[in-house]
C-alpha cells in the first residue's frame, strides 16, 4: 500500500455474476483476505482509493448479497468519500452486459439511497459524528441533492429477468433492467 505507483489502486479483475452465485461467500472471503473493515478506517487506503473501485466493490456485495459489505461500503463512500460527486463516476464500459447493466442500476440508486439521507437531513462528510447539525439541514432550502452520472442512461434492460434476492421488491434503476436485487443496506445510516 505504501508504494506509489500507480498511486490510485487498479480495478482489480471483476467477477461475473455467474462465479459470484456459484461461490456463495467469496465477496467476504476475498474481504477479510485484505482486511477490507480495517483498510476503510486507514488515511492513506482512502486517498489511494477510487470511484470504480467501490463501485465494483459494491457490486460484489449486491450479487453475493452481502448486507454488511454494502452497508459498509455505501457509509464510506457517504461519509468518508464526501468529495467523490456520483455524478463523476466515469463509466466503467465493462464489457460483461449483465455487470454492466448492474453496475448502471448500483450508481442509479446510490443516487436515490444518498439524497433520501440528504432529506433527512444527513451532509456527506459533515454530519457524521455531529448529529446536532442535522436538525438545521433538514431546513436548508437547497440541499446538496446528487445526480446520476450520464452513462447509466445509455445502459438499457437485460433481456431476460435476473432475479438476485428473491422476496424483494427491486428498487426502480433495478427494475428498469429487469434485475431484482434488495438494495436497503444503502441507506443505512
Not at 33 to 45: C, D, I, K, P, Q
Not at 53 to 82: G, P
Amino acid at each position: 500500500m505504501l508504494w506509489p505507483v500507480p498511486w490510485k489502486f487498479p480495478l482489480p479483475p471483476p467477477l461475473s455474476v455467474s462465479t459470484l452465485q456459484q461461490e456463495p461467500g467469496i465477496v467476504e472471503r476475498r474481504r477479510d483476505a485484505l482486511a477490507m473493515t480495517m483498510l476503510r478506517g486507514t488515511w492513506l487506503f482512502c486517498r489511494r482509493d477510487t470511484p470504480l473501485w467501490t463501485l465494483y466493490r459494491l457490486y460484489e456485495a449486491v450479487v453475493d448479497y452481502n448486507a454488511d459489505e454494502m452497508m459498509m461500503d455505501s457509509q464510506y463512500w457517504f461519509h468518508e468519500q464526501a468529495q467523490w460527486r456520483l455524478v463523476d463516476i466515469p463509466d466503467p464500459r465493462d464489457p460483461d452486459p449483465v455487470r454492466y447493466a448492474i453496475l448502471a442500476a448500483l450508481a442509479e440508486d446510490l443516487v436515490d439511497s444518498f439524497n433520501y439521507k440528504i432529506k433527512m437531513g444527513l451532509r456527506r462528510g459533515i454530519t457524521f459524528g455531529q448529529p446536532w447539525l442535522i436538525e438545521g439541514f433538514k431546513k436548508d432550502p437547497d440541499p446538496p441533492f446528487e445526480t446520476a452520472p450520464s452513462w447509466t442512461s445509455t445502459v438499457g434492460p437485460l433481456p431476460d429477468y435476473l432475479e438476485l434476492s428473491p422476496d424483494v421488491t427491486a428498487m426502480p434503476p433495478f427494475q428498469r433492467r429487469n434485475i431484482r436485487a434488495n438494495m436497503n443496506q444503502l441507506r443505512n445510516f
